[in-house]
């Protein structure tokens, strides 16, 4: 099956799966959550410092590997136009894939409004190198770009799930009430993201197993979390790894393993080609070394 073919049958399938979200995703307001009431006017000139920071009765306080799990997940959010482009390029915008899209769009925005919005009143972050990440980010236009619809739905999968995952454990860091709430509200979205891509997938499995399954193993094969774009993404990334947010180990015992053999069942699905056989195993083999590999990055970040 082709990429046409694939999109024209999947329809009703995404038609269904955005009447649902619709009928689950709960409307919030960013101005609802955000604690104005931190805010002053900014000198200008003025070089921002970790002091400046006020997270209330939780003081100036935050892990270096938070503020930076804070600056990849805004940064990721801001280089929304770029996610768009390809979606409506692979899926069409005349459909329910369009409909979806655009409101996935507005809802990704929001959450850049809230965290923007909260860094801001609370001097989380040094606004000068926020900014200035954010012009190079959406100047450089840089994203993962899968080469088809079925490697798009196993990524998108994947990547939605990793980014509920960052968002909450970052919350649970921050040591501010109504930043961890913000965090969270942002993950309960992207969680429903991904239900939406997952659902998809497993539909594209029952179309066309062999495809899809080759699409899986592209899709991790290359995985790469959205925001690779970012000035020092490789370093900040290893921060966060460090503290645990965001790491191989999680990669692959709350992504990998509960995506990929338990919801779409790898190991059951019959009639694959040769080549998706071959796929089948390389995913196999590339698992077990992320959680190897996964296990030892985490027992020398325990012991650092």
Sequence with gaps: MDQAALIEELEPVAAKLLERHMGV???WF???LVPYSRGKDFEPGRQWVP????????????????RSALYLNLL???NLPYYFRDIDRLFGSDTAFGEWARNWTAEEGRHSIVMRDYFTVTRALDPIALERGRMMQVRGGQVPTPNDAFEALAYVSMQELATRISHRNTGKLMKDEMGTAIMSRVGNDENLHYLFYRDLTSAALELDP???VLGIERAVRTFSMPGLGIPNFDALSREVAKAGIYDLLIHHDQILEPVIMRHWKLMELTGLSDEAEAARESIVKRMARTAKVGKRLSSEHATV
């Design 51 to 66: 002091e400046d920071a006020d997270f209330g009765s939780a003081g100036t306080e935050i892990d270096e590997a938070v």
């Design 210 to 212: 062999s495809s899809t």
């Design 30 to 32: 960013p101005h609802e």
């Design 76 to 78: 990721t959010e801001d």
């Design 25 to 27: 995703a709960k409307e």
